[in-house]
């Protein structure tokens, strides 16, 4: 709340020295541009420094601007009835949904499927009565997150769900960042990368798990709606 009354008094400042200054005269501005200009720059500088949502939204422009990639690494475990007519059902169901279609069989419970852009595993764990899809290494640009959740990853986990009807689901989900992790937090941006050994932080959002360290950030949640909001969230530097 402190901060807050001070971010809103040094600006309500730089805002009523520039109407001042233009209201005298267009001469007086140019005059007194060094004294505004050093406010602004005083004022800009405090807020980068101590306030997270300033931070943030410059770090979504910035990214939006770059575009820089990450490394997406998932696995889903559906658990339930599964044999190996399960493949026959879901790959009825792919070939419904594209024609970009190509499985590549390892083994009777095993297969590779690539799909679009989208390549993964399928494995039948039979002996647990688990399906699992591993998805591995997929460079995502910051751009394109969004829509890959929204209408290729999302619905082919959406799809399946459907079809396998599952009594328990779990999701994992990493992302992986080239650059600096964007989700350091003010207090660590105001360290050099190089002396930070590690860096971890673990939290709950009700009963689902975010995990914070120095290049990634991790989800883990039962619930595909839930993976499907954190993912948009921080994928966009968006968190709650």
């Keep these: 709340m402190k901060k807050t009354v001070f971010f809103c008094i040094g600006w309500c400042i730089v805002i009523i020295l520039v109407a001042v200054i233009i209201i005298k005269s267009s001469m007086s501005f140019l005059a007194n541009g060094t004294i505004i200009l050093g406010w602004l720059l005083f004022m800009i500088q405090l807020t980068w420094n101590y306030s997270e949502p300033f931070y943030m939204f410059i770090k979504r422009a910035w990214f939006f601007i770059k575009n820089p990639d990450c490394i997406w690494n998932m696995q889903v475990e559906f658990v339930g009835d599964?044999?190996?007519?399960?493949?026959?059902?879901?790959?009825?169901?792919?070939?419904?949904?594209?024609?970009?279609?190509?499985?590549?069989?390892?083994?009777?419970?095993?297969?590779?499927?690539?799909?679009?852009?989208?390549?993964?595993?399928?494995?039948?764990?039979?002996?647990?009565?688990?399906?699992?899809?591993?998805?591995?290494?997929?460079?995502?640009?910051?751009?394109?997150?969004?829509?890959?959740?929204?209408?290729?990853?999302?619905?082919?986990?959406?799809?399946?769900?459907?079809?396998?009807?599952?009594?328990?689901?779990?999701?994992?989900?990493?992302?992986?960042?080239?650059?600096?992790?964007?989700?350091?937090?003010?207090?660590?941006?105001?360290?050099?990368?190089?002396?930070?050994?590690?860096?971890?932080?673990?939290?709950?959002?009700e009963n689902d798990k975010v995990t914070v360290n120095k290049q990634s950030i991790e989800f883990y949640t039962t619930s595909l709606q839930k993976l499907n909001s954190f993912s948009k969230e921080y994928l966009t530097l968006s968190p709650r």
């Design 82 to 205: 599964f044999n190996i007519d399960t493949f026959n059902k879901i790959e009825e169901m792919f070939r419904d949904s594209t024609s970009d279609l190509k499985v590549i069989k390892l083994s009777n419970l095993r297969r590779l499927y690539k799909i679009n852009t989208l390549t993964f595993e399928i494995v039948i764990d039979n002996t647990n009565n688990i399906f699992r899809l591993d998805l591995s290494d997929l460079e995502v640009s910051y751009r394109r997150s969004r829509r890959l959740i929204d209408y290729e990853l999302g619905e082919i986990l959406e799809k399946l769900s459907r079809i396998l009807k599952e009594d328990e689901s779990k999701y994992y989900f990493n992302i992986g960042f080239k650059e600096v992790n964007p989700y350091y937090g003010f207090f660590i941006r105001r360290l050099k990368l190089k002396d930070i050994n590690t860096f971890n932080v673990k939290f709950n959002v």
